[in-house]
């Protein structure tokens, strides 16, 4: 059942065949739409859901998430509950943490996500209005999760590399590419074998928006055992930094 009267918010979610990688577990990609829908819903109850803050002629944007796998991701049919709450503010980055657990109670994993508010007609990033700020203290009966400061470069050469068209179906209700869809775009990039591991830490910095139109290049250098550096770029401007981990 979902709660809403108190923080930290849970929705439940059994998770769908669509929702399914060739290897019969949950993609990163649908982890991360379930962990927007989850954060869309949360927002709505605190008073500060995507359309009334478009009535005022600004938005959320997910700036960074970090997700941390604990275990496999789920299969066919399993359910799980994501329990999540605003966790924070720092100047004009509000930050919200989400838990996964599986259906026995046992965590699947956490992420950690940074947001900043952007006008709607400049397209740049703004200050928080106080009445917003009022809305999303973080609550007092969570621990908070570390927040990300890892930074990287890019890499010098890049040896993996897939090419992407951004099409009609690959845009949200705002108009651009939701970052589900960014994160199976760095998939491009990888190779079946890389892709059906489900147990991975992802550090995901998200840049710039993508366009129906738009041509874009996904590319990935192995970095230390296990790890990978990535990017996605229309042209030289990129639109996501990545960091990923394959336990």
């Known amino acids: 059942m979902v709660d809403l009267d108190s923080l930290p918010h849970r929705f439940p979610y059994q ?122 203290n973080p609550p007092d009966c969570v621990d908070v999760l570390d927040r990300a400061k890892e930074r990287w470069k890019d890499a010098s050469t890049w040896s993996m590399v897939g090419n992407i068209h951004v099409g009609w179906h690959d845009l949200d209700l705002n108009g651009h590419v939701n970052h589900g869809r960014f994160v199976s775009w760095l998939g491009e990039a990888l190779s079946d074998e890389q892709l059906n591991h489900t147990n991975v830490v992802w550090d995901l910095i998200f840049r710039g928006e993508a366009l129906r139109g738009d041509e874009l290049v996904s590319e990935a250098e192995p970095c230390g055992e296990g790890g990978m550096i990535h990017r996605l770029r229309r042209g030289e401007e990129v639109l996501v930094r990545a960091k990923s981990l394959r336990r």
């Open 15 to 136: 998770i769908r065949p669509q929702e399914l990688g060739p290897n019969r577990r949950m993609t990163m990609p649908a982890m991360i739409n379930l962990l927007q829908d989850a954060a869309w819903f949360s927002a709505a109850a605190l008073g500060v859901s995507v359309f009334q803050l478009n009535a005022r002629g600004v938005g959320w944007v997910l700036s960074r998430l970090v997700w941390n796998g604990r275990q496999e991701m789920p299969g066919m049919g399993a359910k799980i509950v994501v329990e999540t709450y605003p966790s924070g503010i720092q100047r004009s980055f509000l930050f919200r943490d989400f838990r996964v657990f599986a259906e026995d109670g046992n965590l699947l994993g956490t992420a950690s996500s940074t947001w900043v508010v952007m006008d709607l007609e400049t397209r740049k990033m703004i200050s928080v209005a106080d009445d917003i700020v009022a809305l999303v």
